[in-house]
């Protein structure tokens, strides 16, 4: 019975992880299709409900895996650096003419732990926030560096020289958050 109940989990861990790749493609181009509109287009709010629509459906697949135990996550050994550089120009076609997207590598290898249709899904989400806060355009930067300590300075359980850790910083030139925004993060 056990058997039957692990072999059934990886099953629906399976579809799952399917069905979470088709609702991130379905929100990037709802994205894409929503950035090329007027502000005034008739169709912009059916678009916006779509991309709600496949938020709530992500949502409840990552609620069902975790009550399965079951993670979505394949995570691998891979470059961040390389990660970011294949996403460039997807979101070159994302952000618009009128932002200017800044990518600086780290010098070495940036060798993370993880799974990159998350990762790529979690790039693609800040710079669609960028985007919304730089409505008259602006700069977008994403940086990776290489840090000896993920731990602040002085933190006891940072061993010296023990892991290096990759960083990466997101930034951008837009308007900020809104107070009650900034209080919820």
């Known amino acids: 019975q ?17 069905f979470h790749n088709v609702l991130a493609g379905i929100s990037g181009f709802a994205t894409l299709a929503l950035g090329g509109l007027p502000a005034d287009s008739e169709i912009r709010a059916d678009i916006e409900e779509i991309l709600r629509a496949s938020e709530r459906a992500s949502s409840l697949t990552e609620q069902l895996l975790c009550l399965a135990r079951r993670d979505v996550s394949a995570r691998r050994l891979l470059d961040l650096n390389d990660l970011i550089a294949s996403l460039a120009r997807w979101l070159h076609r ?14 070495n290898r940036a060798l993370v732990q993880a799974d990159p249709n998350r990762l790529e899904q979690v790039l693609i989400n800040l710079a669609v926030n960028a985007r919304d806060a730089m409505p008259f355009g602006g700069q977008l930067t994403f940086e990776t560096n290489i840090a000896p300590s993920a ?10 020289g023990a892991n290096r850790y990759v960083t990466l910083s997101v930034s951008d030139t837009g308007i900020g958050m809104e107070a009650d925004t900034l209080a919820r993060v």
């Open 2 to 18: 056990m058997q039957k109940l692990n072999s059934l989990g990886r099953l629906a861990a399976g579809a799952a992880h399917d």
């Open 151 to 160: 731990l602040a300075p002085g933190q006891p359980s940072a061993e010296a």
């Open 94 to 107: 994302l952000l618009g003419e009128d932002i200017e997207l800044q990518i600086i590598p780290a010098a």
